[in-house]
Structures are given as C-alpha cells and as structure tokens.
C-alpha cells in the first residue's frame, strides 16, 4: 500500500461498483488518493487496479459494523498521511415491494446499510475530518428522501433519515469546521435498480420503465459529487438529474399532486 503523497484524499464506501466506483475515478483523474471500501473483495481490487496501486487503497468494510469501519480508516489515515478531505457515505441498498410483502430481514438490513452504516461512518469518521483543514463530509441520499414513493417505504425512510442526518450534521459539525453536503440522485442507472423484494420478481428497474422514467448514468452522479466537494460550493443539497430537481420543485410547492399520484400508481384514488 503505497502512501498519498500529500495530495488531497478521499474515502468511499461502495467502492467497488456503481457510484462508488465512478466518484473513486473521477477524484483519482483530479490527482486524488482514493480510499476504496467495500464488501466485494473481488470488486476492490478490480478497482484498485484500474485507478493504480499508488493512487488507492483498499479497505474490507461492512458499514454495520463499527469495529471494522475503525480498521479501515485506521489503515486509511496511515495511506493517506493522516488526512481525509472527503468522507463519501456512499453504501446502501434497496428492496422493492409493497410494505407488508417485505420481510422483517429485508427492512432490517436496508435500515442497518443505508442507515446506521451512515452514522457509523460519520462518528468513525470525524476525528481524522477534524484533522483536515477544509474537509468535507458527502452522504449519498436519494430524491426518494424528498417524498415518500409506494413500494420503497422502508428505502424512502432510511433516505428521509440520510437527508436528515446530514442537515443537522451541517449545523452541527459548522463548529469544527467540516462542510457537509447530502447528495440525492433521481434512479441511476446501478445494481440497485435490480433490487426487488423476496418471492418476487418485480424489480424496480420494471416500474422506471413502466413508468417511462428518466435513468442517470453513475458518471452525472459522480460529477455532482465532484462540484458538492469543492470548497467554493456552500449548498448543502445536490439532486442529480433534471426529473429530481422537479420533483423537488413539485413536493414543494405542490404536494397535492404528487400525493394523488403516487396514489393512482397504485389503484387507489
């Protein structure tokens, strides 16, 4: 494991593939050190030796656990020279289906990834974005977080939570200095949209093309983690894609309608 150099670094978890993966390239093409995360050992080295063995790390992590998220960025702060600019809370997970069908394991392990493996982050995290100057804190939402949709009730919830999260840590975490951006992507065009729910076969990738929805490709959503890293931004929401940013103006100013139809999608009026 070869060391940063100096050079900015930063730390992602989910790694190995989809957004992970492309936000891990477009910082390593800035010149940055790269702490790659993740699960699939496979896929982390796959990565590393795309992005090259002196610009990224490699780190086994489960976001649950918070033993092993104090591992790795252990491992990490001595890769990268003791600093992290960037932390991107990049990991979750969907299930798709309606609310009773999913199983307790299922809504468990969305709530324990996509939750709690953000506040694991964020907390293991803190002493070495104290130690940067300038650093930032990026936790990866969804546009699900901006309105509740059928058949992603337990998703929705843990990225109503995400976007909560990281508007209090923005208050919060002023103090130390550290900004903190939430990044919220309409679908994108990763495994996730495969994600279905146990004994069925719908997935949501059927309801974005049943529906006609636009899909993003994981280069747009890395490119607005980019722009959400850079000192001389100050927002702290970021929605990947047009159709995100109308809904965002919809469920602001229009509630009603949005309610009404999610409603019909389902058969009820």
Not at 229 to 248: C, D, E, F, S, W
């Amino acid at each position: 494991m070869n060391g940063a150099s100096g050079r900015k670094a930063i730390f992602i978890t989910g790694a190995a593939s989809g957004i992970g993966l492309a936000a891990a390239k477009r910082f390593a093409r800035e010149g940055w050190f790269v702490g790659l995360s993740d699960i699939d050992a496979a896929g982390l080295k796959a990565a590393q030796a795309e992005l090259g063995a002196d610009n990224a790390s490699t780190h086994a992590l489960d976001v649950r656990d918070r033993k092993a998220w104090d591992n790795a960025l252990g491992e990490f702060g001595k890769a990268s020279g003791g600093r992290m600019d960037v932390l991107l809370n990049n990991a979750g997970i969907a299930n798709y289906g309606f609310f009773e069908d999913q199983t307790d394991d299922e809504a468990d392990r969305q709530i324990d990834i996509n939750v709690k493996g953000v506040v694991n982050g964020s907390r293991a995290g803190l002493p070495l974005l104290k130690a940067t100057p300038g650093a930032t804190l990026i936790n990866v939402a969804s546009c699900a977080g901006l309105f509740g949709a059928p058949k992603m009730a337990i998703y929705c919830a843990t990225k109503f939570a995400v976007r909560g999260l990281s508007e209090a840590l923005d208050a919060e975490w002023s103090r130390h200095g550290i900004a903190v951006r939430c990044i919220m992507p309409w679908f994108v065009d990763t495994p996730i949209l495969q994600a279905g729910s146990q004994g069925s076969n719908e997935k949501i990738a059927d309801s974005i093309r049943a529906g006609g929805s636009e899909v993003y490709t994981v280069e747009e959503a890395s490119e607005v983690i980019w722009q959400a890293a850079r000192p001389t931004t100050t927002q702290l929401h970021h929605i990947v894609g047009k159709a995100g940013k109308r809904l965002r103006f919809v469920a602001r100013f229009m509630p009603g309608t949005v309610r009404k139809q999610l409603r019909s999608a389902v058969g009820a009026s």
